[in-house]
């Protein structure tokens, strides 16, 4: 690959975006924020500086998510932050302009798909490309994608989850629910808040979740002490949760992931559902990460679920291999311009 050949793989994620650069693999991995000043909608910070500032800014800055269940809600900020992010991830090639594949939910109108393209040509790309996440996720969990039987992927990400089944490059059955991180640390705050009388921020929210949160009721619960706002007295107070309190705060959306995949699972043909029960399905993104995840699915389906190496990564890796193999996976790709 000549120099002038710049390939830019992004998962532009709801809370977080990576970018991927063939033969170097993932170069950043951000939050999804900018900060921008609230009269001229100027951009004063994008992705972790931004993040810093949410919930901590003067009311001359707005912290900012531009996408909102995987899906642009804020154009001119999007294209801000592509623009950011992709000359980030080129350092000092600003001359050439690189051919950008983004990954984004199956479930998206060719509406929101349009703006993603024209967003990420005034980003300055040469080249748009679009991949469907759970296509991305497959080929960075190193499912052979093309092969004939039926693979099936639960890609869980902060603002929607994709749950596919996929035979010979495409997506057999599919559906898209917008349940993803996001909606578990609104559930955890709104249960805190419910049961302890606390108001907490979603980064405290958040925080309970990844250090002690889990699918499933433990027999030795995890501790952990938490400070937010008395709603009585207004006053800051700290409080000891456990990881049931957890556990009972995500039932809600849980039950909707799960009602998801058994979905797909009943609308795929009989043949590729045999070859889905053989393999199992594969978790991938950063909220299958969930304590127990993979076993409360297992459970509740029947079908043995496991969690792909690092999950995280899954779809910025994908979205790059399809984009240095573009004419392996032409079936797989949607619109080019």
């Known amino acids: 690959m000549s120099l002038f050949q710049k390939k830019i793989g992004i998962d532009l994620g709801t809370t977080y975006t990576l970018v991927h650069i063939p033969k170097k693999g993932i170069v950043i991995n951000e939050p999804s924020v900018v900060a921008i000043t609230a009269k001229g909608g100027e951009v004063l910070a994008v992705g972790n500086e931004a993040k810093e500032m949410i919930g901590r800014t ?3 800055i707005i912290a900012r998510k531009p996408l909102k269940d995987g899906v642009i809600a804020d154009y001119k ?15 000092g090639f600003k001359i050439f302009r690189p051919e950008v594949m983004i990954a984004v939910p199956a479930g998206i109108t060719s509406t929101e798909r349009r703006a993603v393209i024209d967003a990420t040509l005034a980003a300055g790309a040469k080249a748009a490309y679009i991949i469907k996440e759970p296509i991305a996720a497959a080929i960075g969990a190193n499912i052979p994608i093309g092969s004939a039987s039926g693979h099936m992927i639960v890609d869980m990400g902060g603002g929607t989850s994709e749950i596919a089944v996929i035979s010979l490059g495409s997506i057999v059955t599919n559906t898209s629910v917008r349940i993803g991180g996001n909606k578990f640390d609104e559930a955890i705050g709104e249960h805190i808040k419910k049961k302890y009388n606390l108001a907490i921020g ?9 250090k002690i949160g889990s699918a499933l009721y433990l027999k030795d619960p995890l501790k952990m ?23 009972e705060a995500l039932q809600e959306p849980l039950k909707g992931i799960i009602n998801a ?17 053989d393999k199992g399905m594969v978790l991938s993104g950063g909220s299958s990460l969930l304590r127990n ?13 496991y969690n792909a190496d690092e999950p995280l990564l899954c779809v910025a890796r994908g979205t790059g291999i399809a984009l240095e193999n573009l004419d392996a996976y ?3 790709i949607l619109t080019t311009r």
């Open 58 to 60: 003067p009311d001359t």
């Open 77 to 91: 900020t999007t294209e801000a932050m592509l623009r950011y992010f992709i000359s980030k991830a080129l350092g």
């Open 202 to 210: 979603e980064r405290t929210a958040e925080s309970v979740k990844i």
């Open 225 to 247: 002490e938490i400070m937010g706002r008395d709603m009585v007295s207004g006053l800051p107070r700290i409080v000891k949760i456990d990881s049931n309190d957890v556990t």
């Open 261 to 277: 995949v058994k979905r797909v699972l009943f609308n795929t043909p009989p043949e590729l559902s045999a070859d889905v029960m």
């Open 293 to 305: 995840f993979d076993k409360l699915l297992t459970q509740a389906t029947g079908v043995e679920a």
């Open 330 to 332: 032409k079936r797989s």
